[in-house]
Structure formats: C-alpha cells, structure tokens
C-alpha cells in the first residue's frame, strides 16, 4: 500500500516542495531533459522518489489524508502483533471475478455479517501487514492445511502490481547512465527482495495446483468449492479431470465390461472413487484468540486458549482457522 | 507433480528460515544511505552511528558485504541463555516460552555474523545445549502414555522448527490410529462436509 500511497503523494504535491533532498546535485539540470523527453510531470524524478522516499512521508501522510493507511504503519513492526488475522474483509456476494473473489470464508461467522461497512474496522486494522507479510501467512496456511484455502486474487494482484512497478523502476534506472552508485546499491536490494517475493508467489502457486490437481474431480463435481478458485485454477480443474478421465477412457476402461467403467464409483465401505481432502488430517495451530473448547472423538474436551499451541484434526478446527483465530503453523 | 514430495509434509527448515528473515532486526550500518522502499516497507536512513530497523534478510545481505554491524536480539545471549537453559531443565512438565524462530535465527547469525555476537561458540553450545533438552523432552513426552492415543495433542511453546520435526511421524501415526478405529459417524459427516465446504455459507 505504501507504495502506491507515496506515489500518489508525489503526484499531489507541487513539485519544488517535494524535491528537498540534500544530495540533488546534478538533478535540476537533469530534469530538463527528462521532461522534455516524458511528458510535462518529471517522470525519473516520480521513479526516483519510490527508492528514495521523501525524508518525511510520514507527516505529511497524515495532514494530507484522513484515511492515512499503511505508510506509517510500516515503521512500526509492533503493530504486527496485535494484527488479528484476518486476510480479506468480508465481502458481499459471490462475484465470479476471474482471479479470485473478496469473500472471505469466515463472512458468515455471525460476528461480522450484515452491513458491509464493518469490513472498514478490520481493513484498517489488518493494514498493519505488509502485503508480504499476508502473503506468507497465506503461503504457510496454504502449505499446513490439506484443504484448498480461498484463492488471495486481490492481494497477488496487489503483489503483482507492485512486482511489476519495481521491476519497471529497476530498469529504468539501470539503463539511466547518472544512476548514482548508492541507487545502484538499492536497486540491488530491491531486487533481492523481488526474488524473494516471487518466490513466495511462486511456491503459493504451486501448492494450489498441487491440491487442485489432486482433487481435480472432487473440485469439479462440488460447485460449493468453486469460489475458493480463481477462474484460472478452476478451469485447469476441469481440463484436467477431462484429460485424465479421457486417458483412462482409451487406455484401460473402455476394455472392461460396462459396469466397471465408472470413474466416481463408492465401493461397498463407502469408500469413493473420488478422492477428497481428508478433513480428519491433523493440524498445527497457534491460537491467537480465545478459541473456546472444542469435543474430541472420545468425548474429551480440549480448550484452545489464546498462545498455546495443538495438534488436532483439521475439522474440528476449521472454523477458528477461517476466522483468522487461530494460525496454521 | 506440481509440489516435489518432500515439500508435500509441510514447510521445510529451509523454508522456515525464510520466514525467520522476514523478521526485522536492528542493524548499526557502517555506510551511509537515505531511505529506501521496499516491497515490504520503507527502511533506513542509515546513517553509521544510529541503529536502523531492518527485515533480517536485509540485514544478512549487508552483513556479507561488510557493510553493518548486526545488534542481535536480546534473548541471544549468554546470560539470558543460560537462564533459560535452566528453566528448561527444571521445568520436566512443559516447555519454556522461546521466541518463535529462535533455531532459525541463531543458526543464521552464528553463521554469517559471529563477530557481532558475544563468545559465538559458548552461544552455540548453549543453543545447542537448549535444543537437545527440549528434544528429549519431546521424546519423554511421545513415550508416555495416551499421547498417541487420541488425535489431538498440545505443543504449546514448541517452535515451528521442531514442530516440522515432529508432524510427518505424528500424523501419520494419527492416520494409523484412525484407520485402526471403527467408522461410525461416515454418514453424519458427509452432510457436514457438504456444508462445511462451502466455507462461506454455513450456518453456525
């Protein structure tokens, strides 16, 4: 967010005021020509800015915007522990919107259902993590559960955009030869951190094409679950139980007798064909709330108190982990 | 197919380290610089005699051109180690509350920055000292009776490091444990499923 914010910071402020930077030495004369190549706003400079923020975005951050949002909130790293969890506010409705929904699965908890405004309260409070740092809580539930988490469409597309706008920075720059050699030294760990980055996109990516793949014709024969797509992952879902149904069609099936043909068949122990993730896996969660009691097979009672941390079946679970309640390790 | 099988357990140690380097740590920097925007946040200025905040990985980068002092965090030393060493010992009922990427981070600063701690090696034996207690204590606990009996367990204060040790044994020997016992409620979960799935939409 800050990133944007800033920028957009940039872009509102008359320019003499924004350029108090000590070391600008060769710029006026710099600017002159970039101007004139690009368009009227000096384009290099906005560039610039991104790298090397202005001394104090802070102060002005919070004069100029009543809605002051992550800027601030990057400083203080404290603010990461009273962060509560929740990755999207709730949305309302079901778009279909290809790269993923806003819902979020817990909207029906009955604590935060009804008016789309109380969303606002928990937007605010969630801006105090980065869009790194929620992607890789995405990133760790994704790889600790056996479920398929809801597809995170606006953050990645958020990550992506800011991917994107880095590596256009990084380039220009580059090519620019009055780069000066400290903006080199941060062009490189801005890059550093993009490849860390990608890297957390990548592996998410990764781990969902994994469980779509593996219950491909669990997903596809359950609208219920089709939300938790994105339209790409859905449609590779389909594909992929049609070319693999297909295969077994030539390869073996259509060799058999007509009654041992079927592909979602359920053997006399109720045991299916289809395979679906086995909720009864168990979990590792770190209760960041009062998660209450919750009734063991046995009949036991365990309590998931706020800081501890258990190994339980992901079904008896589930619902504190959509809240953002309880944290998968 | 899409994930190698040795990542399908869970998170890898390797993988655990990254998160650790998400971290912030202060840093003195030997080098001066205005800010810079990251991804991930603004950081800086560096200016050499006043700390700065930054994630570890960044940190770990300058650390290997020289370019900082890394100030290690608080629990990283020897007295403070030793302490805990001690908690740890004589509490035999449960684990000791330790930061929670405690293996991860001091394993990274013991490599790349041993100047910048206080007697690397005593730190390293005493780290070791810590896990090896708590390592025995996890296995004290896995002998004793009922623990695999049940599908739940509680670890409270164990880190996610020695946790990823111990998931793929316990839960397999969870699977076991459930296929071993009888199916009753198949059906009656069924229904459920179909409303869990949902995710979004059901009605508690």
Redesign the interface.
């Known amino acids: 967010m800050?990133?944007f914010d800033?920028e957009a910071e940039a872009d509102l402020s008359p320019s003499p005021i924004r350029r108090p930077?000590p070391?600008q030495r060769a710029s006026s004369s710099r600017e002159g020509s970039v101007s004139a190549s690009i368009g009227g706003s000096s384009f290099m400079d906005r560039l610039r800015s991104?790298?090397?923020?202005q001394p104090d975005?802070r102060h002005r951050h919070q004069s100029e915007r009543s809605r002051s949002k992550a800027?601030a909130s990057?400083?203080d790293?404290s603010s990461l522990s009273n962060y509560n969890g929740r990755e999207h506010e709730p949305g309302s409705g079901?778009g279909g919107s290809l790269l993923g929904d806003e819902?979020?699965?817990?909207?029906?908890?009955?604590l935060d259902m009804g008016d789309g405004f109380e969303g606002e309260d928990e937007d605010e409070e969630e801006e105090d993590m980065?869009?790194?740092?929620k992607l890789?809580k995405c990133w760790?539930r994704e790889?600790?559960t056996v479920e398929l988490g809801?597809w995170q469409g606006d953050l990645i597309d958020a990550?992506f955009d800011?991917?994107e706008q880095?590596q256009k920075m990084v380039n220009t720059l580059r090519s620019d030869p009055q780069t000066s050699e400290?903006e080199h030294?941060?062009l490189m760990?801005?890059q550093?951190?993009?490849e860390?980055?990608k890297?957390l996109v990548r592996?998410y990516v990764?781990?969902r094409?994994?469980k779509i793949?593996k219950y491909a014709h669990y997903i596809t024969l359950?609208p219920?679950?089709h939300?938790?797509l994105s339209g790409a992952e859905l449609s590779h879902a389909r594909r992929y139980t049609e070319l693999l149904h297909t295969h077994f069609q030539h390869s073996v099936l259509d060799s058999l007798p007509e009654w041992l043909r079927k592909m979602d068949d359920t053997y006399g122990d109720?045991l299916s064909m289809v395979s679906k993730p086995n909720?009864?896996?168990?979990v590792?969660i770190y209760c960041k709330k009062d998660c209450g009691e919750i009734t063991?097979?046995?009949g036991?009672r365990?309590a998931l108190a706020r800081?501890?941390?258990?190994?339980?079946?992901y079904?008896l679970v589930?619902?504190w982990i959509?809240l953002g309640w309880a944290e998968v390790? | 197919m899409a994930l190698p099988k040795h990542l399908q357990n869970g998170l890898t140690p390797d993988e655990l380290t990254f998160l650790a380097e998400e971290e912030t740590i202060d840093i003195v920097p030997l080098f001066s610089m205005t800010r810079v925007r990251l991804l991930s946040g603004i950081y800086g200025p560096f200016q050499p005699p006043s700390a700065a905040q930054v994630p570890l990985w960044l940190a770990l980068s300058l650390k290997r051109k020289r370019k900082c002092r890394i100030v290690p965090p608080d629990w990283l030393g020897i007295d403070r180690l030793q302490t805990l060493l001690k908690e740890e010992r004589e509490n035999a009922e449960s684990f000791c509350s330790l930061p929670r990427r405690f293996i991860e981070t001091s394993k990274v600063l013991l490599d790349v920055a041993p100047d910048d701690l206080m007697q690397p090696s005593t730190l390293r034996s005493l780290l070791k000292d810590l896990r090896e207690v708590r390592q025995a204590k996890i296995r004290i606990g896995l002998q004793s009776e009922g623990v695999m009996r049940g599908s739940y367990l509680q670890v409270t204060n164990l880190t996610p490091l020695e946790l990823t040790e111990l998931k793929p044994f316990l839960v397999k020997a969870m699977g076991i444990m459930q296929s071993l016992e009888p199916r009753k409620d198949e059906d009656e979960e069924e229904e459920d499923e179909i409303g869990r799935v949902a995710g979004g939409d059901y009605v508690e």
């Open positions: 800050s990133f800033d930077r070391n991104t790298v090397s923020p975005p800027s990057v400083y790293e079901y819902d979020e699965d817990g909207g029906g908890s009955g980065n869009d790194v740092k890789s760790v790889r600790g809801e990550v800011k991917l880095q400290e030294f941060k760990l801005v550093t951190e993009m860390r980055v890297f592996s990764r781990t094409l994994h793949e359950t219920n679950m939300h938790l109720g909720r009864n896996t168990p590792l063991l097979e046995g036991e365990a800081g501890t941390t258990h190994l339980v079946k079904k589930d619902r959509n390790l």
